[in-house]
């Protein structure tokens, strides 16, 4: 099983900083991952998919890279509607994994 | 536009049973694989099960083998997910996800999810 690690696991931000969240697999899934944003009592929500290709609809502000075994979730300006919790996901090897989520708070 | 409504959940005994629908619209059900992944409150994200867009081919996660049985109808456009021999480990919220790429099931995103259902063990 391919595992996941994200780091931070937590982070508090003002809003219009930047945020950097990584993703870590335990081997190589070339860009097979992807990264979903929940908000409470929410559903995930595609963000970002096949390592860096973006998702129609989703604000610009968002933005991914890697390849292999690391990757990195950006978000450009922070916004107050940004509070959520974020999670990778890999789909190279059954069983698909997540990580354990990055909660990110707004000061 | 897309739409996966689940249902089916509860309460349920130890060792019971439940059967999870997920139906779908919005695009050709047929030629998508979906999956099931779980959240046991306040905790991450956990893939339970897949199944192909023919139903011909069906995944689990070692915690459910055996136990749990991903099926769907295509002339209904619904998923299923039975449940058997529960435990409280398996209480969390249910969501189907549909796979973003028509006729795969590996090395692509889920691009849709549904609202989940509840699912709670205990006596």
């Known amino acids: 099983e391919i595992v996941l690690t994200q780091s931070p696991d937590f982070q508090s931000v003002t809003p219009k900083e930047k945020v950097t969240i990584t993703c870590r697999a335990s081997q190589s899934i070339g860009s097979s991952l992807h990264w979903y944003q929940q908000k409470p009592d929410q559903s995930p929500k595609l963000l970002i998919k096949s390592a860096s290709q973006s998702i129609s609809g989703v604000p610009s502000r968002f933005s991914g890279s890697g390849s292999g075994t690391d990757f990195t979730l950006t978000i450009n300006s922070l916004e107050a509607e940004d509070a959520a919790t974020y999670y990778c996901h890999q789909s190279s090897n059954l069983p698909f994994t997540f990580g354990p989520g990055t909660k990110v708070d707004i000061k | 536009e897309v739409q996966l409504l689940e249902s089916g959940g509860g309460l349920v005994q130890p060792g019971g049973s439940l059967r999870l629908s997920c139906a779908a619209s919005?695009?050709?059900?047929?030629?998508?694989?979906i999956n099931w992944v779980r959240q046991a409150p306040g905790k991450g994200l956990e893939w339970v099960s897949g199944i192909t867009g023919s139903g011909g081919s069906t995944y689990y996660a070692d915690s459910v083998k055996g136990r749990f049985t991903v099926s769907r109808d295509n002339s209904k456009n619904t998923l299923y997910l039975q449940m058997n021999s529960l435990r409280a480990e398996d209480t969390a919220v249910y969501y189907c996800?549909?796979?973003?790429?028509?006729?795969?099931?590996?090395?692509?995103?889920?691009?849709?999810w549904g609202q989940g259902t509840l699912v709670t063990v205990s006596s």
């Open positions: 996800a549909k796979v973003g790429s028509n006729n795969q099931l590996v090395k692509y995103e889920f691009d849709y």
């Open positions: 919005g695009f050709t059900f047929s030629s998508y694989a």
